[in-house]
């Protein structure tokens, strides 16, 4: 059996989409588990059509605590041999998990996961470009999954994979990286640390996930004022399982990447930025030593200024000259 876990807060007109994908599975031993987290919309109704309608579908009705806690929720009612995670608002093909469970089983894989695709509500669709003949997989290796420069990044998603109930063990998602109803890579935790435990990690070359992304996607986030500190708090928690991996110098590199990231989010997002950014570096020291000359050489290792603008980037984020970084973003 599979145990399919879906954390649901206030998706009620997505919905409908996710599960009829789901319990049109061409593998039928599955269990589906709609996490309702205090959804303030409709979706509790939804769910509750959908236990009506099909057994395997199972409804845990609980306070809002976020997705994690969702997913947390999820993993401590399943009961199958493998567990699997679809977010409410997309949508899977109909044979994914039959696909999934055969690699799973004839390679003897502890994970198991697909290519997807991302669409948007206007109904433009992306596809993403994983190569996966140079990804080495079965040697766990980790930096695809982590950006590192690498045209080839994978992405820490745990909603395109399959793993087994034996790698997942008692891992669950951390609910420490939560900021201000914030939570930035907890999946990319969790999914690592499976990793890190598993005897072997597949790739299935299909595209069996549809992910739904809005043209709002990052400024949801980064417009909560608990963007920064989550952002600290994931780099902090990924650096502990990339140590472990034995991943030292990625690991090192990603105090100034995440400085990278949040400048850049702020300025892209935030009429407000500079004041924000200020406040920042003052209240945050992981932040301003983000720019120490450790932090400078492993990121320059890790990420290579192979071009005139990674340079000039570089440079303006290194000495914090903020307002013609912002200058170079518009018309570089």
């Known amino acids: 059996m599979i145990s399919i876990i879906v954390p649901v807060y206030n998706c009620e007109r997505f919905l409908d989409r996710c599960v009829e994908s789901l319990v049109a599975q061409t593998c039928s031993e599955i269990e589906i588990l709609l996490v309702n987290d205090g959804s303030k919309d409709g979706s509790l109704a939804v769910c509750r059509k959908w236990e009506a309608r099909d057994k395997r579908v199972i409804v845990i009705d609980r306070p809002n605590g976020g997705v994690s806690a969702a997913r947390n929720a999820g993993l401590d009612r399943a009961r199958g041999d493998y567990i699997a995670f679809v977010d409410a608002d997309d949508y899977v093909e ?56 690498d045209k080839d990044l994978i992405g820490g998603f745990v ?110 997002f935030r009429s407000s930025y500079r004041r924000d950014l200020k406040r920042l570096l003052k209240e945050d020291a992981f932040y301003r030593n983000a720019t120490s ?7 320059r290792k890790v990420y290579p200024l192979d071009s005139l603008k990674k340079k000039i980037r570089f440079f303006l984020l290194r000495h914090r000259m903020f307002a013609a970084y912002k200058l170079m973003r518009k018309f570089a």
């Open 94 to 149: 109909s044979t994914m998990y039959e696909k999934l469970v055969g690699v799973a089983r004839e390679r003897g894989a502890d994970l198991v996961f697909c290519r997807y695709e991302k669409f948007d509500e206007h109904g433009e669709v992306t596809r993403i470009d994983e190569r996966a003949e140079l990804l080495g997989l079965e040697q766990k290796n980790v930096a695809p999954f982590v950006y590192n420069g």
């Open 159 to 268: 909603w395109r994979s399959l793993f087994t109930r034996e790698v997942v063990g008692g891992g669950r998602f951390s609910l420490d990286q939560a900021f201000n109803g914030v939570a930035v890579g907890e999946d990319v935790i969790f999914l690592l640390q499976a990793v890190l435990r598993a005897k072997k990690v597949c790739f299935l070359d299909e595209c069996l996930y549809h992910y739904y992304q809005p043209a709002s996607w990052s400024a949801k986030y980064v417009l909560n004022e608990g963007y920064g500190v989550c952002m600290r708090r994931y780099i902090l928690a990924l650096k502990k399982v990339l140590h472990a991996f034995g991943e030292d110098d990625l690991a090192a590199s990603q105090d100034f990447y995440a400085y990278d990231i949040v400048v850049s989010q702020y300025i892209a």
């Open 293 to 299: 000359r450790e932090s400078l050489a492993a990121y």
